[in-house]
């Protein structure tokens, strides 16, 4: 009874969350370091929204797609209102949309989230429309990947931004961000520091490379034709590359439902092209997967979260099995599953966003794959790990694996939307 009362209270917390992040048509990360909407987090949040308001969930994902370029990209951030709040704003950017918007894209969540809405939906009909506007613009997102990210057809996509990644400033990116040039970074102040502790966020010099990246593709007039071919900054990531793996095969899956077949048979052909080229990120030696750099033609020997996040791409069962053991061996050297990088690295850190602490964002999609591949201890032990972290902590933006500190922004949606994924 008691503990019905608890998961009840935590429940309407994270519901209140959403509630006070929502600006009508989409959702703000948090208010104040925020205030604009993130791609990613709103594919996310509105898997949470779900729960509350069916319609206002598929709302989310429609106001991300009608900022959808015209070559197919769905940028990164969409600067609905004007807030000088958060630095690299519109000024920055300037990609020349009506309603402003970034230049790079983010994890394609959307495929995910579109389909599990649909399965899951009360309204069939409502589904039934609402999925069909979306088949078809995530169906050319997915087109837009392979062709602008991946122009030789390896089967996997590249990075031009460590932003697009949304692990802005993971080990993974320390190596290939160096050789980023830096020569005519005009002046900037960030804005993040007003929001967050200093030693909490990307360092200086990261996000010198961070602007000069924008800068170069803002003097190539953000043509996504050229971007790849001519960025100084190309990395494969097994993490994003999971992610758009799963979401061609939920979009597929939700082809079928819809009568498309030949969006089916797409996106099916990308997934096992994507699952088949993923195996060559696979580390022998780290067992797990890790980074490719295009620029440099190396692999990148950095253990993060990115080469765990396969498990939710549904990779091959010895592979499954070796990831599962790697995250278990994790669990012995923190206390709160799953850190964003393996603490016996010296370069790891666990209170330097991507470089350490737990989201429970990406335990979320980690536990829902080892869910799906019949590991249901490990996806419990994630499961409770990230719902005591709340409990502990509140709804941060991400912790301390060891301590459970919380850290970042509070408020924050996307746990929000994860602690009632947990509490289902
Ligand atoms: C840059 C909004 C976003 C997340 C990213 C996270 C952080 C932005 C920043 O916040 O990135 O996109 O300015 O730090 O790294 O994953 O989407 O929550």
Not at 403 to 410: F, V
Request: aromatic fraction near 10%; include cysteine.
């Amino acid at each position: 009874m008691a503990q019905n009362t608890h998961r009840d209270d935590l429940y309407k917390r994270a519901a209140q969350i959403l509630d006070i992040n929502d600006r009508g048509h989409y959702t703000v990360p948090t208010s104040g370091l925020y205030p604009f909407q993130w791609n990613w987090d709103s594919c996310l949040v509105a898997i949470g929204q779900q729960h509350v308001d069916e319609a206002r969930a598929w709302t989310e994902l429609v106001t991300l797609f009608e900022h959808q370029w015209d070559d197919g990209m769905v940028p990164h951030i969409i600067f609905h209102k004007l807030d000088d709040g958060y630095f690299p704003g519109p000024e920055v950017w300037r990609t020349g949309r009506t309603v402003p918007t970034t230049g790079i894209t983010q994890p394609p969540v959307a495929g995910f989230a579109a389909n599990l809405l649909f399965e899951r939906a009360k309204d069939k009909d409502l589904a039934r429309e609402k999925a069909g506007h979306l088949l078809q613009r995530i169906d050319r997102w997915h087109e837009w990947f392979f062709r602008c990210r991946d122009p030789h057809g390896t089967g996997v996509v590249a990075l031009i931004h460590p932003w697009e990644s949304g692990r802005d400033n993971s080990i993974d990116w320390d190596a290939a961000l160096d050789a980023v040039p830096t020569e005519g970074l005009e002046p900037y102040q960030r804005r993040d520091l007003q929001h967050a502790h200093a030693d909490h966020r990307p360092t200086m010099a990261q996000y010198d490379r961070f602007i000069s990246l924008v800068q170069h593709f803002r003097s190539l007039d953000w043509n996504n034709e050229v971007l790849h071919e001519q960025s100084p900054f190309k990395v494969v990531d097994p993490g994003f590359n999971a992610i758009l793996i799963r979401s061609c095969n939920d979009l597929a899956s939700l082809a079928d439902a819809l009568g498309e077949p030949e969006v089916a048979e797409r996106n099916r052909a990308r997934a096992k092209a994507g699952l088949a080229a993923l195996d060559s990120l696979w580390d022998e030696r780290l067992q797990q997967y890790v980074c490719f750099d295009r620029v440099s033609g190396k692999a990148v020997d950095s253990a993060s979260v990115g080469g765990l996040l396969p498990v939710f791409a549904g990779v091959p069962t010895a592979r499954m099995e070796s990831l599962a053991k790697r995250i278990t061996t994790l669990g012995e050297q923190v206390n709160y599953l799953v850190p964003s990088h393996d603490p016996t690295d010296s370069r790891y850190d666990g209170k330097r966003y991507w470089r350490g602490p737990a989201w429970l964002i990406i335990n979320y999609m980690i536990a829902n794959g080892l869910d799906r591949a019949g590991h249901t201890e490990l996806f419990e032990k994630i499961r409770q790990a990230s719902l005591k972290l709340i409990d502990e902590s509140g709804f941060a933006e991400y912790y301390d694996p060891k301590s459970g500190e919380p850290l970042g922004g509070d408020t924050f949606t996307w746990t929000a939307a994860m602690v009632m994924e947990f509490l289902r």
